[in-house]
C-alpha cells in the first residue's frame, strides 16, 4: 500500500491550490486520511483529516481557508487550499490510519511529502 500524494507548488499570497493524495494496493478499507505540513525549523502539524464516514478534523490555522474532501470508491483526498498565506509555506505530507488492505492491518502510512511555497 503506498500513498501517493501531488499539487504542491508556488503560488502568490491569497492564490490557492489543491493538494491529492491516492492510496493505492489492495486496499479493503482505510478509516483516516489526511494531512500533515512541516515548515523549517518547525514540528510537523496536523492540518486536516477526513474519516470514512465524512466527519473531519481541521487545524485551526487552517478553518474556513482549507476544505478537506475525500473520494471512498478512489481512496483519495483532496485539500482545497484558499486564501494561502506565506505561513502556510511548508511541505505537506499526506498521511492514512487504520488501514485494511491485502489481509494486512497497517496503524499509519505516509505519503512523500509535497512542497507548498506561497511567496510573493
Known amino acids: 500500500v503506498q500513498l501517493q500524494a501531488s499539487g504542491g507548488g508556488l503560488v502568490l499570497p491569497g492564490g490557492s491550490l489543491r493538494l491529492s493524495c491516492a492510496a493505492s494496493?489492495?486496499?479493503?478499507?482505510?478509516?483516516?486520511m489526511g494531512w500533515y505540513r512541516q515548515a523549517p525549523g518547525k514540528q510537523r502539524e496536523l492540518v486536516a483529516i477526513?474519516?470514512?464516514?465524512?466527519?473531519?478534523n481541521v487545524a485551526d490555522s487552517a478553518k474556513g481557508r482549507f476544505t478537506i474532501s475525500r473520494d471512498n470508491a478512489e481512496n483519495t483526498i483532496y485539500l482545497q487550499m484558499n486564501s494561502l498565506k506565506p505561513e502556510d509555506t511548508a511541505t505537506y505530507y499526506c498521511?492514512?490510519?487504520?488501514?485494511?488492505?491485502?489481509?494486512?492491518?497497517?496503524?499509519?502510512?505516509w505519503g512523500q511529502g509535497t512542497l507548498v511555497t506561497v511567496s510573493s
Open positions: 498521511y492514512a490510519e487504520n488501514i485494511y488492505a491485502g489481509g494486512t492491518y497497517y496503524f499509519t502510512l
Open positions: 477526513i474519516y470514512s464516514g465524512g466527519s473531519t
Open positions: 494496493g489492495s486496499i479493503d478499507g482505510i478509516n483516516g
